[in-house]
């Protein structure tokens, strides 16, 4: 499966990282009808991510195999990863379980599992900006812009949606804006990263325009919009397919040396 089931957990695991950030930024008590939906699906999501990166390291035994021998590298940011990705997954899964049973889940341990999310998406960036042989990847401040506010950007749009938001609201109006503020900067950057490498740019613009620019243009148009609820669907899809784009572009950039 190589790079691309990194490209799925990447994807899929900085959305449900970046929706557990925001649920507990947004919402300190969970009530209504269905108070563990978000929690579900950010374990089911998440849980999809790291079955793909598992394929991408081939087997565990591997991995076990060089823990028990004293040969892993604790200092790489591959194990760094792992291990956040792991500690938050779990602290997921037991709120999700909390949630289901109470219908209540405890604060602390969402800010604890939220603080750990946001590790994560860290780690996702930073791990490809110290492999050589990829100016695309090395360059730190695209990567870790776009990885961030990537994930983050991703997680409020899908927030939204699940929570019945508008952005019409002032606090989620100017969240949405910064995020995808800095996500155009980080693209942008991604834009030139490729030029300066010889590689075909136009995926990275159309992520561009379809995901951080798009999203702007419809969140500064949702008070004006007769159909606020449909705004908050479109900044959701242009968000997924634009960032798909760009991450998949970050990529081949790899097969296009």
Not at 83 to 93: R, T
Not at 210 to 221: D, F, G, R, T, Y
């Amino acid at each position: 499966m190589g790079l691309m089931s990194l490209y799925l957990f990447t994807l899929l695991g900085g959305l449900a990282a970046g929706l557990y950030i925001f649920e507990t930024c947004f919402k300190r008590v969970r009530e209504g009808e269905r108070p563990w939906l978000i929690s579900l699906v950010v374990v089911v999501v998440f849980s999809i991510g790291l079955i793909a990166a598992t394929t991408h390291i081939h087997s565990f035994s591997n991995a076990a195999a060089a823990l028990s021998a004293g040969t892993l590298n604790f200092g790489a940011g591959m194990v760094w990863e792992v291990a956040a990705s792991g500690l938050f997954f779990v602290l997921a899964l037991i709120d999700m379980i909390i949630v289901l049973v109470k219908k209540s889940s405890f604060f602390v341990l969402r800010v604890m599992a939220s603080l750990l999310a946001g590790f994560c998406i860290i780690l996702m960036g930073s791990a490809y900006i110290s492999v050589l042989g990829n100016p695309v990847w090395s360059d730190a401040a695209a990567t870790l812009l776009t990885f961030i506010a990537g994930a983050l950007s991703l997680g409020l749009a899908v927030y939204a949606v699940l929570a019945n938001k508008e952005y019409t609201e002032k606090a989620f109006k100017i969240s949405s804006l910064v995020v995808n503020v800095v996500l155009a900067l980080g693209m942008l950057l991604q834009v030139v990263a490729f030029s300066g490498a010889g590689i075909s740019v136009v995926m990275p613009v159309v992520g561009l325009i379809v995901a951080p620019v798009a999203s702007i243009a419809a969140v500064l148009c949702a008070a004006k919009s007769s159909n606020v609820r449909a705004i908050t669907f479109v900044v959701c899809i242009a968000t997924i397919i634009g960032i798909a784009i760009s991450r998949y572009a970050f990529y081949a950039s790899w097969t296009m040396m």
